[in-house]
């Protein structure tokens, strides 16, 4: 590849993360009903052209933002798991109250993973690596010799889903978020957090 062509190719990959960047910012402080191209090109200085030679629409930006959200919510959970005590369920503890945080504290990304409309796969060979780190972190929450940890770290997972947004949309008393948190560590690590 030429001096030129890498060049390019950075330029590319700076515009496309440019893209992603305002497009996060402006749901995060405006809500994703902001989120045009129209807005996205005035954002980042570029035409909608431009835009659409990186992205295919606004669905595609959804996409790109929650894969960003994805690998940063992976963290997320591998810190408050690793910081956990070795006790049963702490694991589980730490990592159901880290992913409710994440919702509360970062609604707009939370949005682009589970709710709008994406092309983004879950517990399939597309997976994202991003996606499949979220899980593994839920996964490593259950005993290696349970071999249903998976269909353990599933439940967990939607549990917790089920929760966040019945919570967010005012269906259920936000107030309740630590006792429901403890119900369900201790109906699946089999003894009280």
């Known amino acids: 590849m030429s001096a030129i062509s890498e060049r390019r190719e950075r330029e590319r990959a700076q515009r496309h993360r440019l893209i992603i960047t305002a497009a996060r910012e402006l749901a995060e402080t405006e809500g994703w009903e902001a989120v045009t ?3 996205l090109a005035e954002r980042v200085e570029y035409s909608q052209p431009v835009l659409y030679s990186h ?3 606004k669905d595609a930006i959804v996409s790109a933002v ?3 959200a994805f690998a940063e919510l992976a963290a997320h959970l591998h810190r408050a798991r690793q910081d956990a005590a070795a ?4 694991a589980l503890r730490a990592v159901g109250g880290a992913y409710l945080d994440f919702a509360v504290q970062r609604p707009a990304l939370y949005q682009a993973m589970f709710i ?3 092309d983004l796969k879950f517990a ?9 780190a979220c899980f593994e972190e839920f996964v490593a929450c259950f005993p290696p010799e349970n071999e249903r940890r998976e269909l353990f770290a599933e439940v967990a997972w939607s549990a917790l889903h089920g929760m ?3 919570s967010e949309s005012g269906r259920i008393p936000s107030g309740w978020q630590e006792e429901r948190l403890d119900l ?3 109906r699946f690590a089999g003894t009280a957090p």
């Open 124 to 132: 399939s060979t597309e997976t994202p690596a991003p996606m499949r």
């Open 164 to 166: 966040a947004v019945l």
């Open 37 to 39: 191209t129209r807005r």
């Open 66 to 68: 929650a894969l960003d």
């Open 87 to 90: 006790g049963p369920g702490q």
């Open 55 to 57: 992205f295919n629409g």
């Open 184 to 186: 369900l560590v201790t």
């Open 116 to 118: 709008l409309p994406t």
